[in-house]
């Protein structure tokens, strides 16, 4: 988890996370708000068990130190196993003896395309709003997707109105390595 102080109010300098995580080939969520905590909480622990990957969790203190009334039922969030992906013979996690360059060509040759494979199978990265016939793409993560949602409350545009003017909603669970397919 790293905090993240992008307008550097607590800090000397303004700072972000993802590029120190992406040099270590951590696959990185971002959650928009408290629900995404616990949720993409959750998804980061199973997605690592299925990956072998470390997974990297961007905390900004907009939402670090707010509050919210959440959903903690047992059964909110469902963990999928991708099924659109073979495991390699042995797995992917470390195992002994096992030299550093097995590792390497594990993690760049398997582990980021089974963290792909679980975000498409979770839906970690989501149409929010869709429209029948999309004019205007908005794409969105962590905290400024909830800007983007206060931006149309404040124009009194609701996901039903959106729809209709043609506006597809899409947040981004996982910003890095980004999945395509959606």
């Known amino acids: 988890i790293a905090g993240d102080d992008h307008a550097a109010r607590s800090s000397t300098v303004a700072h972000q996370s993802e590029h120190a995580f992406k040099a270590a080939m951590m696959p990185v969520l971002v959650p928009a708000g408290v629900?995404?905590?616990?949720?993409?909480?959750?998804?980061?622990?199973?997605?690592?068990?299925?990956?072998?990957c470390w997974v990297g969790f961007k905390a900004v203190a907009d939402t670090v130190e707010?509050?919210?009334?959440?959903?903690?039922?047992?059964?909110?969030?469902r963990i999928a196993l991708p099924e659109d992906y073979a495991l390699p013979?042995?797995?992917?996690?470390?195992?002994?003896?096992?030299?550093?360059?097995?590792q390497e060509a594990r993690l760049l040759d398997h582990k980021l395309y089974a963290a792909l494979a679980y975000c498409r199978a979770n839906k970690l990265n989501q149409i929010v709003?869709?429209?029948?016939?999309?004019?205007?793409?908005i794409?969105?993560?962590?905290k400024s997707y909830l800007d983007v949602r206060q931006a149309f409350d404040d124009l009194g545009i609701d996901d039903?109105?959106?729809?209709e003017i043609g506006i597809r909603l899409y947040k981004i669970g996982m910003v890095w390595p980004l999945e395509s397919d959606g």
């Open 35 to 52: 629900q995404d905590y616990l949720d993409l909480g959750l998804h980061g622990w199973a997605m690592s068990r299925y990956s072998g």
């Open 66 to 77: 707010s509050s919210a009334s959440v959903d903690i039922s047992p059964d909110r969030v």
């Open 89 to 102: 013979a042995g797995g992917l996690n470390i195992r002994w003896p096992d030299d550093r360059l097995l």
């Open 129 to 137: 709003i869709d429209a029948p016939n999309p004019r205007l793409g």
């Open 139 to 142: 794409i969105t993560t962590g």
């Open 160 to 163: 039903a109105l959106a729809a």
